[in-house]
């Protein structure tokens, strides 16, 4: 592989300018931006010149074919994730996805069927699952050092004004895909099971309390994990007190992290639990979450041809059970992991046809 690796960037917005160009240049020498593509090329032009980008075009395909990047990064608009990166993958090239994925599992499952093996494969950008500390708690729970898992509570109550829902994409199904459990809760769900693992069955509430959107403005859910565990799950944008917060209690002890958009190690609190052996604590680490942890492990996995972390059925999981919690929403049923497939109408829809329940 060439060093530095040749990335593209798709989509010129904040989540670019802010996160993933910083990352970048954070890793000079293992990677380098060499080109954006942007709705137009006014746009794409004014975005190179700030970067100091060789290319700036409209057109994906014109790209991929002049530039050939090594790694696509898509940093759009949701719906236009899954054909995005399945074209970047019919080139050649590896692709990290902005959250949320896609619209549905079907487009998912689109998007992971046009890749090889050995590469190129497609990441999502999870990258609280990145953070060291984090990295440390799961290899403990993973381990046993902290027993058996019980109870854990996942919270993302945030604040989106009526300004914010005012750009055309957001808060609609056919564009955003789904309210606060796909473009905010997301985070947090992922890391969830990142580090309690499988999720069997869910049930769930939404509903549309403030915000003058098509979708959900809040979701509420309980979840089993296949060891038994349960878990309380919370997404607002409706709460003007904004936290981030997992709570997860097992039988070595309590674990607590509480944060908005990131984390360190001194966000987290371990309470270990009377008699039992305690952890070494605190994480010997304290660097915190960020894209460019998360952007150093996929560029180390795309010179070594292997399927990155946050990418196949270990993201598709975090995007089925956000499928399944709209589905008990608005069915009133409990769902199970692996019932939503071909056929089923939330296969291809966040909202299964039944988005005038909320």
């Not at 890391?191 to 049930?203: I, K």
């Not at 944060?259 to 001194?266: D, V």
Request: a negative charge; glycine letters at 10%.
């Amino acid at each position: 592989m060439p060093s530095p690796l040749r990335v593209a960037l798709v989509g010129g917005g904040s989540i670019a300018e802010h996160a993933h160009l910083p990352a970048l240049r954070d890793l000079a020498g293992e990677a380098e931006a060499v080109a954006v593509v942007d709705v137009t090329t006014e746009a794409a032009q004014a975005f190179a010149a700030r970067w100091d980008l060789p290319y700036a075009g409209d057109d994906l395909d014109a790209m991929l074919a002049e530039v050939g990047p090594d790694l696509v990064v898509i940093a759009s608009p949701p719906s236009l994730h899954s054909a995005q990166a399945v074209a970047a993958l019919k080139t050649g090239a590896w692709v990290w996805c902005e959250k949320p994925p896609c619209l549905s599992l079907a487009e998912y499952d689109a998007m992971t069927a046009t890749e090889s093996e050995g590469g190129p494969y497609a990441a999502i950008v999870f990258q609280q699952r990145f953070g060291p500390s984090a990295r440390y708690v799961r290899e403990r729970i993973a381990s046993g050092a902290l027993g058996t898992p019980y109870v854990a509570h996942c919270q993302t109550t945030w604040f989106r004004d009526d300004a914010y829902y005012a750009v055309p994409w957001r808060g609609r199904w056919e564009t955003e895909g789904g309210g606060p459990a796909m473009g905010h809760g997301i985070h947090q769900l992922d890391l969830l099971l990142d580090l309690f693992g499988e999720w069997r069955e869910v049930r769930a509430m939404a509903a549309r309390l403030a915000r003058d959107v098509r979708t959900d403005d809040v979701t509420t859910a309980l979840v089993r994990f296949e060891s038994g565990a349960l878990a309380t799950v919370v997404n607002s944008v409706l709460s003007p007190r904004e936290v981030s917060h997992l709570r997860l209690d097992l039988s070595g002890g309590t674990l607590e992290l509480t944060h908005l958009y990131g984390y360190t190690a001194e966000n987290w609190t371990y309470t270990p639990a009377p008699g039992a052996q305690e952890i070494a604590w605190p994480p010997p680490d304290e660097r915190p979450s960020s894209h460019q942890l998360q952007l150093r492990a996929l560029l180390a996995d795309l010179r070594e041809g292997r399927r990155p972390d946050a990418g196949g059925q270990d993201a598709r999981r975090t995007l089925e059970l956000i499928t399944a919690l709209y589905k008990s929403a608005l069915t009133g049923e409990t769902v199970r992991a692996g019932e939503i497939g071909p056929g089923d109408p939330f296969y291809t829809s966040m909202h299964g046809g039944l988005s005038d329940r909320l």
